[in-house]
């Protein structure tokens, strides 16, 4: 058995691979793309199930509805359970899943999507355009779903008929594509959804999906278990059982990888990655995602509320020693307001403050915050947990802050006690990350008045106003400068301050084949992220 390339491990070296994700599309979609897929035969791929892979998430997910709210912890099992209209591959593109093409009309308001003929929910229903109309029109209907603001351009969803649905735009959208491959936007059953809550449905713990694993059980603190699918529509799955055990500590994950009793582990503390690397028995593999690790502000808690101390906050702020110490020098400094990896849509010019500790006690003495003895300023920072590399970065932040008299406590909750906190608006400063691709257009969803994730109580109608002319261009010339502007406004407002970007890796036993995110395994261009559909065990 060949072993895989070393991966490059000096701070250069993933400085050079991260810049590989700068051919994130910005998608720059043609008219007509169909035939995405092999033509439908009209019969099932035939199944040969074995084996059963152990996987591991960090925390309990709040239900298992994928759409109705944000839930980090049921994403990668809803990934396998569910299915979309299409999902990204391990480099950005889009790939289908439920739809097998689409044709954008001349004016660009409505959006032709077939849909897979062979595809059935795991009830035995098959899946249908009144599925897509279902749950693309609550998705944008309802403000907590993550996705809401970033398909909003879907205005109502036609079905002609049983395979084909027509989504119509309220605007020529550029990213509504790309969002509709990626979170929160999982097609849902509509003859089991319709006329409920949703957010309430049992079904929300019974979950009924149309992807490659089926719901078996969900044991609290424990696990959630899935069973391969034999109707499943498409090739796969491989594998009879996927189970995913819950252990909230990343460096408990990786030693229960190496002790045998898991197989794959996405995201093993920095500081393991040389040991799993140097073993045989195991393959790594690292992808620096346009997540951008930054701390967010309340804009409701004063004296967060003044710029100047938003300001001072990011000059004190030693991103070279965050990377060197809590980030174990993998991965890239940040200092843009949308990821630097997305090449042509990140404005070089707009940028957070640099380091300047001098600078930053001059600035709060002019703002009235005189230094009382060795301090000045408290705040709270909430982070949660699961995350080893931004626990390591909020103690460094927590001493670089002291420099310039700003007392940091450090509030340390699960995730859903996170969330819940920073939605109800109680907190001052936030550590966090997340995805901000596949285009310029997810802005919105962090920063726009309206944006689903905009926990920060930030408003400003031009950069609203930017967000919605950059959505209708429909070429990167038109966009850019459109975004470089709202980056512009944002880096003047700071109500955000970026740190890095983190080099995430992987590790699993060199015994699986067809994982989604091994760049050396074809699988991973053939399925979308998280997704074991072709996963298998290689004797």
């Known amino acids: 058995m060949t072993r895989p390339l070393r991966l490059p491990l000096s701070r250069r070296a993933m400085v050079k691979s ?52 944000g839930d980090d912890y049921l994403w990668p099992v809803a990934c396998n359970v569910y299915n979309s209209l299409w999902s990204l591959d391990n480099t950005y593109n889009v790939i289908p899943e439920l739809a097998t093409g689409y044709e954008i009309s001349e004016d660009g308001l409505s959006i032709t999507v077939p849909l897979n003929p062979l595809a059935t929910w795991h009830d035995g229903e098959p899946v249908t355009s009144a599925d897509v109309k279902y749950t693309l029109e609550m998705i944008v209907s309802t403000p907590s779903s993550t996705a809401s603001s970033l398909i909003a351009p879907i205005a109502s969803v036609d ?15 550029a990213s509504v594509i790309g969002f509709l491959s990626w979170y929160g936007v999982f097609i849902l059953p509509a003859h089991i959804y319709e006329g409920s809550d949703w957010s309430t449905n049992e079904a929300n713990q019974s979950p009924v999906g149309s992807g490659p694993f089926k719901f078996v059980s969900y044991d609290a603190g424990s696990s959630v278990e899935l069973e391969g699918n034999t109707a499943f529509f498409s090739e796969g799955p491989f594998l009879e059982k996927l189970i995913y055990q819950i252990i909230p500590d990343p460096n408990t994950q990786a030693q229960a990888l190496q002790n045998g009793e898991v197989d794959f582990v996405d995201g093993i503390p920095n500081t393991m990655v040389p040991t799993f690397d140097s073993d045989a028995n195991f393959r790594v593999s690292g992808k620096t995602y346009p997540s951008p690790l930054y701390i967010g502000f309340n804009f409701n808690s004063a004296p967060l509320d003044n710029v100047d101390v938003r300001r001072a906050i990011g000059m004190a702020i030693d991103r070279d020693q965050i990377l060197a110490t809590a980030l174990g020098g993998y991965g ?44 000045r ?9 699961g995350w080893q590399e931004a626990t390591d970065t909020a103690t460094v932040l927590k001493e670089q802050l002291a420099a310039i008299g700003i007392s940091i406590e450090l509030v340390l909750l699960e995730y859903a006690a996170w969330d819940e906190a920073v939605t109800a608006g109680d907190f001052d400063i936030s550590l966090q990350g997340g995805f901000q691709g596949p285009d310029p257009a997810n802005l919105n969803l962090r920063w726009g008045t309206e944006g689903s994730l905009n926990r920060w109580g930030y408003s400003n109608p031009e950069f609203d106003a930017l967000l ?20 512009a406004i944002l ?5 955000a301050i970026p740190i890095a970007l983190q080099t995430y890796f992987a590790a699993f036993t060199s015994r699986l084949r067809g994982v989604w995110l091994d760049p050396d395994d074809e699988a991973s261009s053939q399925v979308g992220l998280n997704r074991f559909t072709l996963t298998r065990f290689e004797d």
Do not use: C
Request: glycine share 6%; charged share 15%; aromatic share 8%.
């Open 491 to 495: 880096a003047e407002d700071l109500p």
């Open 377 to 385: 300023l408290s705040f709270r920072l909430h982070l949660f947990t």
């Open 332 to 375: 890239m400094i940040e200092n843009r307001f949308y990821p630097s990896v997305i090449e042509w849509a990140s404005n070089p010019d707009s940028t957070a403050p640099a380091f300047d500790v001098d600078g930053a006690n001059a600035l709060l003495d002019e703002a009235g915050f005189p230094m009382d003895g060795d301090s």
């Open 18 to 69: 991260s810049a590989a994700i700068a051919a994130v599309a910005s998608m720059n979609l043609p008219r007509v793309m169909m035939a995405q897929t092999p033509e439908t035969t009209g019969e099932i791929p035939p199944k040969t199930l074995s084996g059963t892979a152990i996987t591991v998430i960090s925390g309990e997910p709040q239900s298992f509805q994928p759409d109705f709210q």
């Open 468 to 487: 919605a002319q950059g959505d209708a261009g429909l070429s990167q010339e038109e966009r850019q400068p459109i975004y470089f502007a709202a980056q």
């Open 159 to 173: 079905t002609p008929d049983e395979h084909t649905a027509v989504l119509n735009l309220s605007q020529p959208s």
